[in-house]
């Protein structure tokens, strides 16, 4: 694996990483309204980006690729309203995306089909992360923006 691979991996754990904690730092900002699904949701969108991370870091191992971790930043937000979380998911869903096609563009540039093989799962999951996120602030801009009875029942379908 090459250094500039290698190089990537380590950054795409640590964003995988910063994703939990920006997911936390949401599911805390809903935990903070008394969006209980809301909150349930990210937490659980959190738990996923470890569960990522450790993907490329069993990934390196089994390659027996040494690596190192990287500082994680701390998110810094101060939501306006509770929208604002949504539209920084599915922003922050498309620059994740961004990132695994680096890798994969890396793969091809390096003629390493293992990370690219490996690679194309993340490819799939982003997609259907993406198309979540779309989904989610959609359903929240026709239903819930206004409050009331709508806001209230879209937070509680998150609780399933």
């Known amino acids: 694996m090459t250094k500039d691979m290698i190089s990537l991996m380590e950054q795409q754990i640590n964003k995988e990483l910063y ?9 805390e900002y809903y935990r903070s309204k008394g969006l209980d699904g809301l909150h349930a949701h990210f937490e659980a969108q959190a738990r996923e980006e470890i569960e990522h991370a450790e993907k490329f870091s069993e990934y390196l191992h089994d390659m027996e690729v040494s690596f190192k971790l990287l500082p994680i930043e701390a998110p810094n937000n101060n939501f306006k309203d509770l929208r604002e979380p949504l539209a920084l998911q599915l922003e922050h ?8 096609l680096k890798i994969v563009d890396q793969a091809d540039k ?11 799962w993340f490819v799939t999951e982003q997609l ?24 209230f029942q ?5 609780l399933k």
């Open 19 to 27: 994703s939990a904690y920006l997911y936390y730092d949401i599911a």
């Open 93 to 100: 869903e498309k620059y994740v995306t961004s990132l695994i």
């Open 110 to 120: 390096d003629g390493d089909r293992r990370t690219a093989n490996f690679a194309d």
């Open 128 to 151: 259907e992360e993406e198309k979540h996120s779309k989904e989610m602030l959609g359903k929240y801009d026709l239903y819930a923006k206004d409050g009331g009875l709508g806001l």
């Open 154 to 158: 879209y937070d509680k379908q998150y």
